[in-house]
């Protein structure tokens, strides 16, 4: 008689056959003495660390690689003259005015674009319109750009300077009246494409923080106006101009998990997931994106989204802003 061998299952398929139980005995062990943690071996508290690598693309003005865990990013940045001409309804700028947010958004000067390539998950096919995912990602990055305030108009004009003679009386002639008057007459538009080469969930944080990489990388040729041609020249012996980056706005992302696929509000038992997985972000209904900066030496909230679910609250709200602080010394030890 042959022996009978017993059925196993490993953890994998364990996973796809019933992913929220698995998770779930994963969370809440039977042993006490056991700390919980998640199936791919980190505390609930406990992101996935950043790896970050700049000027990867050799014909970007800006490029940067980020890792975090098993999601990859590349993030290039390329700049393009836009003639003032070119845009309608334009008015010129006002010297001394405050609205170079207003012309960012106005001219759309800020570009971003995601790209979620067939290999990097078995949810992307080929040949397909951009899916919703990556139309959202790009909306959010948009988003972001413009309100966080990172970067200045004025960083990305382009002028003719021309000089202005004053007709006062009791000039002397010997030069002292020669004032320089500057006018736009053109902007740089900078296209900011980021491309998923895998993805293993928290997608926002990490191409983010490609995002901001790659323009703290950027560099911009030395442009001018020629008045005889009527057109934007840019001499090959200058050296490029580093785009002013200002601030660092860091997102944290969390997932509600909960002991109960379809929990009420107020019972039951739940963890917070700090940067989740593809697995997890599947099994939750409930996300919370903090945005933090220091500035001045104290940790700012700058922006906070939540989607789905009834669990976070304000107390649970200020325990996460700990977590995203960290999160922010993490990001900027990386960048260093």
Known sequence: MAASSSLTLSSATFA????????????????????SSRTNGRQPQQARPYSVNTSSLSHANGSAVVR??????????????????????????????????????????????VELATGCSPNFLPGVPPTTLAQTLSTRLFSLLHSSKLLDAEDLQIYNEKPSIRSNEGLEADGDGEETTKEV????????????VSFDGNP?????????????????????WDVDREMVLCPRNKIPNPLGVFGLPVPSTAAVFTAKERQKKGGGQYWILVDPDRLEESLCDETVTMVVDRIGGEMK???????????????????FATMAGARWEEFHAALQ
Not at 185 to 196: M, N, P
């Open 16 to 35: 796809k056959l019933s992913p929220h139980p698995f998770l779930l005995a994963n969370l809440q062990p039977p042993d006490q003495l056991t700390p």
């Open 68 to 113: 975090s865990g098993d999601t990859t990013v590349i993030c290039g940045v390329r700049g393009e003259t836009l003639l003032t001409s070119q845009i309608p309804n334009y008015r010129a700028p006002e010297p001394g005015s405050d609205a170079s947010g207003d012309e960012l958004r106005d001219y759309d000067l800020l570009v971003p674009n």
């Open 185 to 196: 007459k053109a902007y740089w538009v900078l296209y900011i494409d980021v491309l998923f």
């Open 204 to 224: 926002f944080d990490v191409a983010w923080a490609a995002v901001l990489a790659a323009l703290r990388d950027t560099k911009l040729p030395l442009a001018y």
């Open 301 to 319: 909230i700058l922006a906070i989204s939540k989607s789905g679910g009834t669990v976070v609250g304000p107390a649970l709200m200020r325990e």
